[in-house]
């Protein structure tokens, strides 16, 4: 049995994974640690579970061998190193950190302790991703020159989305950092690391943040990858295009299908099924020591390129 302690409360995502973790027979919540005291008292009822205030406290308890990390973006540095240096596996909302150097300095810490680390990629389990993945790999469109991803949603018209997500010091950005760390780590899967990225940021609704936001990324062979994201787009569907010298990749648009010219016309394949949640992979990499492909270069990795994108701003 799994002894998991749920570390923060804040992300909009927190109640999922905690469920699935209470739902899987081999974790068990034992304990739960959130900066908001009132907040953490009321998440640890729910799940049936101990309030823990002091976390330095939660990390040495015998009964803690995991934490699931939900806190606000700029706590993740010292919540996730201490938790590794203490020996506890690790699974973290994206992004990692805001600093290529202080991912780099979490990355030793989890390398060291030899611990399970996992950062939720969940896009990298679909089934139509994993199809692309493969399909680039093998070269069915040839040298890539071309990768554009759009995934926007209305939360911000639509007013779903949680203030917190607008405070700049928490979140450390706004749209790219949330929404947009999908495309940017999706990018990085299939394009390798960029060279120089530039962003347009601007601000529809919310001043304190972006919420409407691009970036172009280039690559030393030449290829160019762009990420779009917003939380100001009604009824706008996900967007896919991967452009290589031989063909073209599409997926999503209007139709929400996944296809592909190689100068025979447009071909629909058949779409392999989801792989495990990262979650899960996560769980069965702790019991049965399984590979998680979604480790902690790949999150050093995404935060090297949000970094990037905030770095160079159009004026």
Not at 39 to 58: I, P, R, T, W
Not at 205 to 223: C, F, I, M, P, Q
């Amino acid at each position: 049995m799994i002894n998991v302690a749920l570390v923060g409360t804040w992300h909009v995502h927190f109640g999922g994974y905690a469920r699935a973790i209470e739902s899987n027979s081999l974790c068990r919540i034992t304990a739960l640690w959130d900066s908001d005291i009132e907040n953490g008292k009321k998440q640890a009822e729910n799940f049936n579970c101990e309030f823990v205030e002091d976390y330095d406290e939660l990390l040495k308890r015998s009964d803690v061998d995991a934490v699931m990390v939900c806190t606000s973006t700029d706590l993740h540095h010292d919540v996730i190193k201490k938790a590794a240096l203490a020996g506890k596996h690790i699974f973290t909302e994206k992004v990692l950190c805001f600093t290529e150097a202080d991912a780099l300095d979490v990355a030793k810490a989890v390398k060291d302790s030899n611990i399970k680390f996992c950062i939720s990629f969940p896009w990298r389990s679909k089934g139509e991703f994993l199809w692309i993945k493969d399909a680039v790999d093998n070269g069915l469109i040839g040298k890539l020159n071309y990768c554009r991803m759009r995934n926007a949603h209305n939360g911000t018209l639509a007013g779903w989305l949680p203030e917190t997500f607008y405070d700049p010091k928490t979140c450390g950005g706004g749209a790219m950092m949330d929404l947009g760390a999908h495309s940017m780590y999706f990018l990085n899967w299939i394009m390798g690391e960029p060279e120089k990225a530039t962003s347009a940021f601007t601000n529809v609704r919310v001043k304190s943040v972006e919420d409407n936001a691009v970036t172009v990324l280039t690559y030393k062979n030449g290829a160019i990858g762009v990420s779009e994201t917003g939380f100001v787009a009604p009824n706008n569907p996900f967007e896919l295009e991967i452009v290589g010298d031989k063909g073209t990749i599409l997926a999503g648009g209007f139709m929400n299908k996944l296809c592909y010219n190689i100068g025979e016309g447009w071909v629909f394949p058949n779409v392999p099924r989801n792989a495990e949640s990262p979650i899960e992979m996560w769980i069965n990499g702790i019991e049965n020591g399984t590979p998680i492909p979604y480790d902690i270069d790949d999150a050093v990795a995404l935060s090297k390129t949000m970094e990037m994108a905030y770095k160079n701003p159009l004026a």
